[in-house]
């Protein structure tokens, strides 16, 4: 059995180099410790030295594994911190570069190699830009023809121009990071006060959403602060007020690795904070007895941000919220 798998061990790799050589790439990998994520100081200048060996990237994939020994769970968020310390050892900041990074952590699948300590690693495969080649066109040899007369010129008849038709400008767009949304999309804040909630949802249509500041967190914890129930509470009458109200709750980011899943729920330990914070959300809803049918949620991350790039603590707080998108009403 372990010579079968050292057998696959050497296969996988001969495919691996040969896959980057035919996309004009190459690879390097960076070993880990047990149950680590930190890059050793020969590993770290190693990766300089492949980055700088390679002045015209094009594209950087990194793959992350781990060993087999723990929790699939635990072993892909492993991987995962793997992948995201390799990035940042590369130095590149995607906001001021043209370099495409990708990022997949595989955990203690699609493993590589035969033994534990060969799969602590990640693959960094760095794919070249392909050199433009300019081809020189021959010079067209002069066509020859017969001298004719030229012939009187036609007279010029000007046709009336007709008026051009007056076109709407399309509304202004803004972006959330990869993804642009309409004006019309942007959710309407709630601060201390939500006395107005249920009348604004009342008047809203299936897509439109609505913030409300107030539902805070602990940090790095789907933990809610005391100073939520208020907000909470809001919804809650609301779904109570308008029974065809339905809701996907939503929660969101700011200031973290937009190539990463999730963020760090120290709570869980696991990558979901965002979306265990949208389920302690509908967990109350649920519990105070709102259907489950009505409700929905998801974890977006960092990857849908309000305001791009953050530059202010307003523009962090705005970024870091939960999010109520109307389903039904």
Do not use: W
Not at 42 to 55: C, I, R, V
Not at 104 to 129: S, Y
Not at 151 to 160: E, F, G, M
Not at 218 to 228: E, F, N, W
């Amino acid at each position: 059995m372990r010579l079968q798998k050292i057998f696959l061990s050497v296969i996988c790799t001969l495919v691996m180099h040969c896959m980057y050589a035919q996309n004009q790439s190459s690879a390097v990998s960076v070993h880990f410790e047990f149950d680590k994520s930190e890059i050793s100081a020969s590993d770290l200048e190693a990766l300089q030295s492949f980055k700088a060996a390679h002045p015209d990237i094009e594209s950087i994939i990194i793959d992350g594994y781990a060993d087999t020994t723990g929790k699939d769970a635990y072993n892909y968020a492993l991987s995962m911190r793997r992948c995201i310390a390799t990035k940042k050892a590369l130095g590149y900041n995607e906001a001021k570069t043209e370099v495409i990074l990708k990022v997949t952590a595989h955990g203690e699948k699609d493993l590589l190699f035969a033994t534990d300590p060969e799969n602590r690693v990640t693959i960094v495969a760095i794919n070249n830009k392909k050199p433009v080649v300019i081809k020189e066109e021959k010079a067209q040899e002069p066509v020859v023809v017969d001298t004719v007369a030229t012939p009187p010129p036609l007279p010029v008849v000007t046709a009336p121009v007709p008026a051009s038709p007056v076109v709407a400008a399309p509304p202004p767009v803004v972006e959330k990071d990869t993804v642009v949304i309409s004006v019309s999309s942007i959710p309407k804040e709630f601060g201390d006060d939500a006395s107005d909630l249920v009348k604004t949802l009342q008047n809203s249509k299936p897509g439109e959403s609505v913030v409300l500041k107030d539902i805070l967190f602990q940090p790095a914890s789907h933990q809610l602060l005391k100073s939520s129930r208020s907000s909470l509470n809001a919804v809650l009458d609301a779904l109570k007020k308008i029974p065809t109200l339905n809701l996907e709750i939503q929660g969101h980011m700011c200031c973290g690795d937009p190539l990463a899943i999730d963020g760090f729920d120290e709570d869980s330990k696991d990558f979901a904070l965002s979306n265990n914070r949208a389920k302690t959300v509908y967990d109350f809803l649920v519990s105070n007895g709102i259907d489950a049918s009505r409700l929905t949620y998801k974890g977006f991350g960092t990857r849908v941000r309000l305001v791009t790039p953050e530059v202010t603590d307003d523009d962090r707080s705005r970024n870091r919220r939960v999010e109520f998108v109307i389903t039904n009403i």
